[in-house]
C-alpha cells in the first residue's frame, strides 16, 4: 500500500510582483498530521506561502498541489470546495463586528453547507466549548479581550473540521500567558480533530511550543529545515543569528539589500 499524498506539497516555487521577488524556489511538502512551523522576518514572504495554499495568489513558476491537485488549475468550483478543507485562523482574529459569536461561527456553515439551524448551533456550541470560551455565545466582538477574540477566531478556523489550519501570526500582540495559552490551543485543537497545521511566525517561544517541525524563509527560500529541538542549534548562521535574535549576523547584513 503506497502512502498517502502529501497534505502540501510546493516545487520550485516563484513569486514576483514586477522586479520584487517575493518568493525564488520554495520546495516544501507537509504531511498529515504535521505542525509545521514557518520561521521568518516580517515581510519576508511568509503569509504568501499561504495564500498559495489558499489558491488567492497563483506562483510565477513552480507547482502548488493539496492533496495530489494542483492548486492553480483549480476552476472556483473546485477551489470553493478545497478551501472547504481548509481553516483560515488570521492575525487579527478578522471577525466581523457587527455579528455576535455565535453568528461568526455560524457564517462559513450557513454559507457553505445546506445543515438546519439546530445542528449548525450545536457544532458553534462544540466548537465554543473546546477553546474553553462557550459563555461568549451571545457576545458581540467587542466585548471581547484581545485573547478572547483570538480563541474565537480559533474556534472558527476548524468550524468546518478541516483537514489542514494555517495560522497566520496566532500569537502576535499577545502578553506572554495568553500567547502560551493560545499555543497550548493550538496544539491540542490539531491533535483532536486529526488536523495538520501551518503555523508562520517569528515568535520563537510560540514557534518551539508549537512545533513539530521548523522551516525556515529568508530571502525568497526555505533555508533549513528540521525538527525543533535540532533548530535550537542549527549550524545555518541565519538561523541561529534568528533564533538568538542577535543584532549582529546575515540577516543585519542583508537588511538594506
Same mark, same amino acid.
Given at each position: 500500500?503506497?502512502?498517502?499524498?502529501?497534505? =502540501?506539497?510546493? +516545487?520550485?516555487?516563484?513569486?514576483?510582483?514586477?522586479?520584487?521577488? %517575493?518568493?525564488?524556489?520554495?520546495?516544501?511538502? *507537509? !504531511?498529515?498530521?504535521?505542525?509545521?512551523?514557518?520561521?521568518?522576518?516580517?515581510?519576508?514572504?511568509?503569509?504568501?506561502?499561504?495564500?498559495?495554499?489558499?489558491?488567492?495568489?497563483?506562483?510565477?513558476?513552480?507547482?502548488?498541489?493539496?492533496?495530489?491537485?494542483?492548486?492553480?488549475? &483549480?476552476?472556483?468550483?473546485?477551489?470553493?470546495?478545497?478551501?472547504?478543507?481548509?481553516?483560515? =485562523?488570521?492575525?487579527? !482574529?478578522?471577525?466581523?463586528?457587527?455579528?455576535?459569536?455565535?453568528?461568526?461561527?455560524?457564517?462559513?456553515?450557513?454559507?457553505?453547507?445546506?445543515?438546519? %439551524?439546530?445542528?449548525?448551533?450545536?457544532? =458553534? &456550541?462544540?466548537? *465554543?466549548?473546546?477553546?474553553?470560551?462557550?459563555?461568549?455565545?451571545?457576545?458581540?466582538?467587542?466585548?471581547?479581550?484581545?485573547?478572547?477574540?483570538?480563541?474565537?477566531?480559533?474556534?472558527?478556523?476548524?468550524?468546518?473540521?478541516?483537514?489542514?489550519?494555517?495560522? +497566520?501570526?496566532?500569537?502576535?500582540?499577545? +502578553?506572554? =500567558?495568553?500567547?502560551?495559552?493560545?499555543?497550548?490551543?493550538?496544539?491540542?485543537?490539531?491533535?483532536?480533530?486529526?488536523?495538520?497545521?501551518?503555523? %508562520?511566525?517569528?515568535?520563537?517561544?510560540?514557534?518551539?511550543?508549537?512545533?513539530?517541525? &521548523?522551516?525556515?524563509?529568508?530571502?525568497?527560500?526555505?533555508?533549513?529545515?528540521?525538527?525543533? #529541538?535540532?533548530?535550537?542549534?542549527?549550524?545555518?548562521?541565519?538561523?541561529?543569528?534568528?533564533?538568538?535574535?542577535?543584532? #549582529?549576523?546575515?540577516?543585519? #547584513?542583508?537588511?538594506?539589500?
Amino acid at each position: 500500500m503506497s502512502d498517502p499524498a502529501p497534505i =502540501v506539497e510546493m +516545487d520550485d516555487v516563484r513569486l514576483a510582483f514586477g522586479e520584487n521577488r %517575493v518568493l525564488r524556489g520554495v520546495d516544501l511538502i *507537509l !504531511s498529515q498530521g504535521e505542525r509545521l512551523v514557518v520561521l521568518g522576518q516580517s515581510g519576508g514572504g511568509k503569509s504568501t506561502l499561504l495564500r498559495l495554499i489558499l489558491g488567492i495568489l497563483k506562483p510565477t513558476q513552480g507547482s502548488v498541489k493539496f492533496k495530489g491537485l494542483e492548486v492553480s488549475r &483549480m476552476g472556483r468550483r473546485r477551489l470553493n470546495k478545497m478551501r472547504q478543507k481548509i481553516g483560515m =485562523v488570521y492575525q487579527y !482574529s478578522a471577525l466581523i463586528s457587527s455579528l455576535t459569536v455565535r453568528d461568526n461561527l455560524a457564517l462559513p456553515l450557513e454559507e457553505l453547507t445546506d445543515k438546519p %439551524v439546530k445542528e449548525i448551533d450545536e457544532l =458553534v &456550541m462544540q466548537k *465554543l466549548e473546546m477553546v474553553g470560551m462557550a459563555d461568549t455565545r451571545d457576545k458581540m466582538p467587542s466585548e471581547l479581550s484581545g485573547g478572547m477574540r483570538k480563541r474565537i477566531g480559533l474556534a472558527r478556523g476548524i468550524i468546518m473540521d478541516p483537514e489542514l489550519i494555517l495560522y +497566520d501570526e496566532p500569537s502576535a500582540g499577545l +502578553d506572554p =500567558v495568553t500567547s502560551s495559552i493560545i499555543d497550548e490551543l493550538i496544539a491540542s485543537l490539531s491533535e483532536k480533530i486529526g488536523a495538520t497545521s501551518i503555523i %508562520v511566525t517569528h515568535e520563537m517561544e510560540s514557534a518551539f511550543r508549537i512545533a513539530t517541525r &521548523m522551516a525556515m524563509l529568508f530571502k525568497g527560500e526555505i533555508i533549513a529545515e528540521d525538527t525543533p #529541538e535540532n533548530f535550537k542549534d542549527h549550524p545555518h548562521p541565519v538561523v541561529s543569528q534568528f533564533i538568538a535574535g542577535k543584532i #549582529e549576523g546575515p540577516i543585519s #547584513e542583508s537588511a538594506n539589500l
